[in-house]
């Protein structure tokens, strides 16, 4: 079943700030003030990093612009949203979201973030795997095929959770170096730990793929809605089949080290559409109450 955000709507207020929309506070009951009248666009973070993501929502807007391109948002609960990938390559600065009319602007503060590198040594035989792009390119139809669609409403309200117990390896977003030669960045987060312990769906949602897949070995993909995913790699074991819709916390499979992998642990990315973004705000936090 979806979640409802009505609830969550009726007491969010939107306040403008010198130019700057932002969510005020929740509040409850009667002191309520749903400032109806005023045109609203907003945007949170207001401020944010190459690889984030953001959270567009309006009234009134049904298109809005930034880094001069064009972003139509989808009607939702009432109002028009979109969440918006900012690019590993966006340049640092201070950026306008705009709605296509140009009636309606807030700004966005992208800050600069360091990326480590990441050197890995696998043996021959493991990186000839990479080299099969039959195959590669098979399990990349069958991933965008799963992520051509979402639901239109959210299934999740609250905040996401860490989707195992273990030791993150790999943060997000390093550059991969693979036998010295630089690879794919690393746009999902790495957490090890012994093969067999459990990992469960880090929100609602439905499975939109589980199956077993060359590179990423068992793979599961969840969408949550809004066009937002999770994908969870390199499993022993999966215990959801596609279709089938889970709750947070519910467990979907077992670490494992299956396909490109060189020891037990869980490859989990989140993303926007096909868009790899960083996790982390998506844990800190419910989206819709990112600040
Ligand atoms: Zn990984």
Request: proline share 6%; aromatic share 10%; hydrophobic share 35%.
């Given at each position: 079943?979806?979640?409802?955000?009505?609830?969550?709507?009726?007491?969010?207020?939107?306040?403008?700030v010198?130019?700057?929309?932002?969510?005020?506070?929740?509040?409850?009951?009667?002191?309520?003030?749903?400032e109806?009248?005023?045109?609203?666009?907003?945007?949170?973070?207001?401020?944010?990093?190459?690889g984030?993501?953001?959270?567009?929502?309006?009234?009134?807007?049904?298109?809005v612009?930034?880094?001069?391109?064009s972003?139509?948002?989808?009607?939702?609960?009432?109002?028009?949203?979109?969440?918006?990938?900012?690019?590993f390559?966006?340049?640092?600065?201070?950026?306008?979201?705009?709605?296509?009319?140009?009636?309606?602007?807030?700004?966005?503060t992208?800050?600069?973030?360091?990326?480590?590198?990441?050197?890995?040594?696998?043996?021959?035989?493991?990186?000839?795997?990479?080299?099969?792009?039959?195959?590669?390119?098979?399990?990349?139809?069958?991933?965008?095929?799963?992520?051509?669609?979402?639901?239109?409403?959210?299934?999740?309200?609250?905040?996401?959770?860490?989707?195992?117990?273990?030791?993150?390896?790999?943060p997000?977003?390093?550059?991969?170096?693979?036998?010295?030669?630089?690879?794919?960045?690393?746009a999902?987060?790495?957490?090890?730990?012994?093969?067999g312990?459990?990992?469960?769906?880090?929100?609602?949602?439905?499975?939109?793929?589980?199956?077993?897949?060359?590179?990423?070995?068992?793979?599961i993909?969840?969408?949550?809605?809004?066009?937002?995913?999770?994908i969870?790699?390199?499993?022993?074991?999966?215990?959801?089949?596609?279709?089938?819709?889970?709750?947070?916390?519910?467990?979907?499979?077992?670490?494992?080290?299956?396909?490109?992998?060189?020891?037990?642990?869980?490859?989990?990315?989140?993303?926007?559409?096909?868009?790899?973004?960083?996790?982390?705000?998506?844990?800190?936090?419910?989206?819709?109450?990112?600040?």
């Amino acid at each position: 079943m979806l979640h409802s955000m009505v609830s969550f709507m009726l007491v969010a207020a939107l306040t403008f700030v010198s130019g700057t929309s932002t969510y005020g506070q929740v509040v409850e009951g009667a002191q309520v003030q749903l400032e109806k009248q005023q045109p609203s666009l907003s945007v949170s973070p207001a401020s944010t990093y190459p690889g984030d993501v953001i959270f567009v929502r309006s009234k009134e807007a049904q298109t809005v612009t930034l880094f001069s391109q064009s972003y139509p948002l989808q009607p939702s609960q009432g109002e028009y949203t979109r969440f918006i990938p900012i690019p590993f390559n966006a340049k640092p600065g201070s950026y306008q979201v705009q709605s296509a009319d140009k009636k309606l602007s807030v700004s966005l503060t992208i800050s600069p973030k360091k990326f480590e590198v990441d050197s890995i040594t696998v043996s021959q035989k493991m990186n000839q795997m990479r080299q099969d792009t039959a195959r590669i390119n098979a399990d990349q139809k069958k991933i965008n095929a799963a992520r051509a669609a979402s639901a239109k409403s959210a299934y999740f309200d609250g905040p996401f959770k860490q989707p195992a117990i273990g030791k993150l390896t790999t943060p997000f977003g390093y550059q991969r170096v693979v036998n010295g030669v630089p690879a794919n960045r690393h746009a999902a987060i790495d957490i090890a730990n012994k093969t067999g312990t459990p990992i469960w769906a880090s929100n609602h949602g439905k499975v939109v793929l589980a199956d077993s897949l060359y590179l990423t070995g068992n793979t599961i993909i969840i969408d949550h809605g809004l066009n937002v995913f999770s994908i969870y790699a390199h499993m022993s074991k999966l215990e959801v089949k596609t279709g089938q819709e889970v709750k947070q916390g519910q467990v979907i499979g077992q670490m494992g080290t299956t396909g490109f992998s060189t020891g037990p642990h869980l490859h989990y990315g989140m993303l926007i559409g096909n868009t790899y973004v960083n996790p982390q705000p998506f844990f800190e936090a419910s989206p819709f109450l990112w600040k």
